[in-house]
């Protein structure tokens, strides 16, 4: 039995499996919307709602969206024939944020991870060939975390457009990401020099 009433417990319980909460953590902010009054707790419970029900996949970059395709998509100005592709949303919005790329995304969700049972039918792997048949792509810069993961999915996406489209130029992002990195942590002026000085993969 718990030192704190019964709903207060399933409140912290439920919030200790958010990523980077500890008990402690959890249960200041239990407490935190317990003080808090009732109308705050359901705005954010609302919130909480509609986070589920209104964000999806874009159907084109498969970055979180409320709208289909993304705004990023729609946007004419940005078919450039350049496809940035990332890990996850986060690694998206940090290159956006950098305001040195002008062109597309396509987000993996995820990498390979043989270990973990992570294989390329897991990942967007698929709809991203389909994109460099359908659309005028020059470029794609493979842009995943420089990780072991990361660095074998780069390596596995470069060997597979090279097969499947010869004449795209593949690059890698480089200066200015440390190894072991992660692309959501770095500042605007490492992500601008990664971008600006990619390499081609050969």
Do not use: W
């Not at 039995?1 to 439920?14: C, D, F, Q, R, S």
């Not at 003080?35 to 609302?46: G, H, K, T, Y």
């Not at 698929?126 to 993961?149: G, H, M, Y």
């Amino acid at each position: 039995m718990g030192i704190y009433p019964a709903p207060l417990e399933k409140l912290i319980a439920h919030l200790c499996k958010l990523p980077g909460i500890g008990q402690k953590s959890a249960t200041r902010m239990a407490l935190y919307i317990l003080r808090s009054d009732r109308e705050q707790a359901e705005d954010l419970a609302s919130a909480l709602l509609e986070v589920k029900e209104k964000i999806r996949f874009c159907s084109t970059c498969f970055n979180f969206t409320d709208d289909d395709p993304c705004s990023i998509c729609a946007d004419p100005s940005r078919a450039d024939g350049r496809i940035c592709v990332v890990e996850g949303p986060g690694d998206q919005l940090a290159i956006e944020e950098s305001g040195v790329f002008t062109g597309r995304y396509h987000v993996l969700q995820g990498v390979l991870s043989p270990l973990d049972g992570i294989g390329p039918e897991d990942l967007k792997i698929s709809e991203l060939l389909v994109r460099l048949q359908k659309e005028d792509i020059k470029e794609v810069i493979l842009a995943t975390n420089p990780t072991t993961e990361g660095e074998a999915t780069a390596s596995f996406l470069a060997q597979l457009i090279r097969e499947k489209r010869p004449d795209i130029k593949v690059t890698r992002i480089a200066l200015g990401v440390p190894m072991g990195g992660d692309l959501k942590y770095m500042d605007k002026m490492t992500l601008q020099r990664a971008l600006n000085s990619r390499i081609s993969m050969e």
